[in-house]
C-alpha cells in the first residue's frame, strides 16, 4: 500500500544531533498518522513518537524535549530530530504508518526498513 525508506542514521558523539528522514511513495502520508518506533538490541520495540495528519504530536518521555517529529507532505516526507543524543538513544530507528492515531506497535500496519543510530559516550 505504502512504502517507507528511513535514511540520516549513523555514529555521532553524545551530546550530537540527527536529522532522519522517512520518505513514503506509493500513497501521499497526508491521510496517515506516521510514527517513529525504535529497537536496541535485546530490547523491545518502543514507541518514540508520532505526528497525526491533523497536526497533533505525541513523545515518549525519555525523548520529550529533544526530539522533534515533523512531515513535509509536498515531499511526502516525515523527519525526525534527534537533539543532545545520549547512548541510550542507540537503537535501530523505523518509521510506520497508519490511518488511525496512537503510539502502539500493533496499530501500524506499514513500516520501513530502519536506519542504525549509534551514540558513542
Known amino acids: 500500500q505504502v512504502q517507507l525508506v528511513e535514511s540520516g542514521g549513523g555514529l555521532v558523539q553524545a551530546g550530537d544531533s540527527l536529522r532522519l528522514s522517512c520518505a513514503a511513495s506509493?500513497?501521499?502520508?497526508?491521510?496517515?498518522?506516521m510514527g517513529w518506533f525504535r529497537q536496541a538490541p535485546g530490547k523491545e520495540r518502543e514507541s518514540v513518537g508520532a505526528?497525526?495528519?491533523?497536526?497533533?504530536?505525541a513523545y515518549a518521555d525519555s525523548v520529550k524535549g529533544r526530539f522533534t517529529i515533523s512531515r513535509d507532505n509536498a515531499k511526502n516526507t516525515v523527519f525526525l530530530q534527534m537533539n543532545n543524543l545520549k547512548p541510550e538513544d542507540t537503537a535501530i530507528y523505523y518509521c510506520?504508518?497508519?490511518?488511525?492515531?496512537?503510539?502502539?506497535?500493533?496499530?501500524?500496519?506499514?513500516w520501513g526498513q530502519g536506519t542504525q543510530v549509534t551514540v558513542s559516550s
Open positions: 506509493g500513497r501521499t502520508i497526508s491521510s496517515y498518522t
Open positions: 505526528t497525526r495528519w491533523s497536526g497533533g504530536l
Open positions: 510506520a504508518a497508519t490511518a488511525t492515531w496512537g503510539t502502539r506497535l500493533s496499530e501500524y500496519p506499514f
